[in-house]
């Protein structure tokens, strides 16, 4: 097959899906009844002018024109549709009926995508690492203690639901220690004044740790769990036996030969899980106060604010569909088989 | 003995054999007799009476933390009555412990007449709230005469709770503000500010035992004659514990929401996955019998499917169409399929060259011959896993989807109590652990359930498995 058509072929999977979601956030947002191209709540709001209204029906092309008397001529499905996509290719989300500024702008400025980005960083880095290296030494030590104690560990934090870890977290390190803020991603007296960066660093710090802890235990489980199983495998193989008997050390075999050929499966699923791990982020986020997009949806659903909500969906549907790019790429350049074909 | 119970006594005494199987198992066992007994094990509606004031710890916090500070339901038995004043003629008729008919008339001189009710505190906390009922009915009067409520700390102090009113007229009288620890205006009214850190109930009630005296008096003048019917007289205390899990914030017993929740999650978690598996089994038996271009169009259709994030297009959806725990269900099952309809596929497409199926079509069997006697049992040890594992996602999401405060509004799931534990407690940073922890332990556990009988039955049935050794 070769690398180039394997590519090709997922490149050609990815645009199949990218129009599926576009198609599909049009069939939520403009189809179902109570959206109406995201005016619908304003249309009934006494303090949205005919002007801004005229403005919007443009904008959102729900008016294939106008007649005489200036009322709304509405659009068929397949002209708004049209308008609608190349909104959604040009990333023109339009304003955010809440704020009145664009949906970009409001992500990016306030700070809300960097924070996103942070949390989901740190907690995927740390997972993952933590995940690997305790499921390398489960499988390793199968069958003893270590193994089965850490694999009943996994499956009892993979059971919890994520918003429960957090407000136990709350209840445990902010009500009762102290030790922690129990929310937001900043003091709110930083208003006034931010302090030098040292300590800026160490306060944000404080407020990123509880959010990034909920979120990494829940993820560390399934990478733990599936390290030790793909490693058992790999453990079973003759190689392995051969550079034991090479007098290689324990922590070379495990490392630099087993967990490179038990690695295909981990590195696939972790960037497949990426779905899974920004649906937590918007638990988290919303346990944990901390502002960011998964935040912003929520709220944004409780405004009522479609612009934004039509955004998110797209943004999210659009970094999961990345993620699986990202992930068979990285699969055929790792997987040998497919290079070779 | 018949034979399917042999089967399934064999069955399970496989299963138990595993250690982590027979704990899922008895987790299992314990969640569905909670959910087919609830009516029995708590006499209490999720959502209606209210038990014992807000916020109220469970009952055995007094045995960890030492009784002081806390207390417990209590309410004054009932009246007695007292006179003075000579010439002063009473006739009580119709008594019970809260009420009675009094036909007085007083001779030369003025007179009281009391109505009392005394109650010995126990406790050594104050009460949450109280609340206390004085209601009359008055009839014949020919002259004007007075009432009063009051609260008696024998021996220290009197402290008025419905001034003294004069009541002329016929008609039924109540006192304004009405006592109730809850009302502002009541609080204002004893001089305390009208919501604070000291309430009413901790102001009247001190935290230790002492013996109390609730009186309502009638002051009487001379030449007078009357009816009055005292249609309620009580007073009840709301503690600040009670019963094995606590109260929320209205007042309503979490022991019994958790319970009642027990059904709600299984219903859930089971018929979500009904909807999953059967759609998945559908799905991937076509796929993978049928061939080429159903199998091509299919899993580009699962593909997609598995592509969109489900809690946003469930939060979403939820938030245009509306709650409603069907629909919740419904997308839940509609989103949980993908995985299984791939297994299921490709478990097919391997047994699809077998002799065994040849042998059939050679008979001349149908597809759907085929795929129901044939292909069918032999996929069913793959639904073990997927079942158990489908329960638990379906169960944890729609907790969450009602943490995030899209749950159907109507009824009161696990994750609803979590949701509304957080919201009393998010302003206040003051989370009511005895609210938090009952509802997320019990998700926990009954997809811990699952989870390991899944684990288990994967290694015993699985035929790929079982291969490897």
Known sequence: MGFRTYLIKRLINTVILLLFVIVLNFAIFELLPGTQGSIANLIQNPRVSDVQLHHLEIVYGICSGFDSAGKCIPASVWDKFSVYFVRMITFNFGDSQQTGHSVVSDMITTGRLANTLLLLGVSTVVALVIGIFL??????????????????????????????????????????????????????????????????????????????????????????????????????????????????????????????????????????????????????????????????????????????????????????????????????????????? | MPFWLVRLKNFLAILLKNKLAATGFFFLVFFIFLAIAAPLLTPYNPSGSVVSGKFDAPDWVTVVNGPSGYSKNIAFPGLSINQSGSGLNVVASGQTPTSVNLHIVSGGQAGTVQLLESLTYPYLGSPRSISGLANLVVSGLNNPFTVNVYLERVGEAKINLWYPTVINATRTYAPNPAIDSALGAFNTQLGLPSSGVIDAASYLFAPRAANYNYVMQFAVPSSFSGTIKVTQFSMTLLGTTWGILGTDSGGHDIFTQIVYGARLSLIVGLVATGISIGFGLIIGLMAGYLGKIVDEVLMRFTDMLLVIPNLPLLIVLVATIGPSLLYIILFLGFFGWQGFARVVRSQVLSLRERPF????????????????????????????????????AAIVGEAALSFLGLGDPTTITWGQMLQRADQAGINTANLAWWWIIPPGVAIALISLSFILLGYAMDEMFNPRLRRRR
């Open chain 1, 135 to 341: 499921g390398v030494f489960a499988a390793a030590k199968r069958g003893r203690i270590f193994d089965s104690g850490w694999v009943t560990v996994s499956l009892t934090t993979t059971a919890l639901p994520t918003f429960f870890m957090g407000l136990i977290f709350i209840l445990v390190f902010t009500q009762w220690l102290g030790w922690f803020p129990g929310g937001g991603v900043t003091p709110s007296d930083w208003i006034r004044g931010v302090p030098p960066l040292s300590t800026q660093i160490l306060v944000r710090l404080q407020y990123l740790f509880l959010p990034a802890l909920t979120l990494t235990l829940f993820f560390y489980g399934g990478n733990l769990l599936l390290t030790r199983a793909t490693m058992g495998e790999a453990l079973t193989e003759d190689y392995i036996t051969t550079a034991r008997a090479k007098g290689l050390s324990e922590r070379t075999v495990l490392f630099k030969h087993a967990l490179k050929n038990a690695s295909l499966p981990i590195v696939t699923n972790a960037a497949l899980s990426f779905g899974f791990l920004l649906t937590g982020a918007i638990i988290t986020e919303t346990v944990f106060n901390w502002d960011g997009l998964g935040l912003w949806l929520f709220k944004a659903i409780g405004w009522k604010d479609f612009p934004v909500m039509q955004a998110m969906f797209f943004i999210i549907a659009l970094c999961v569909i990345a993620a699986n790019l990202a992930s068979d790429i990285i699969y055929g350049m790792i997987d040998p088989r497919i290079k070779y074909e």
């Open chain 2, 357 to 392: 199926i040849e042998a059939a079509k050679a008979s001349g069997a149908g597809t759907g011959y085929i795929l129901v006697r044939h292909v069918f049992p032999n996929i069913v040890s793959l639904t073990y896993v997927s079942l158990a594992l489908s329960v638990p």
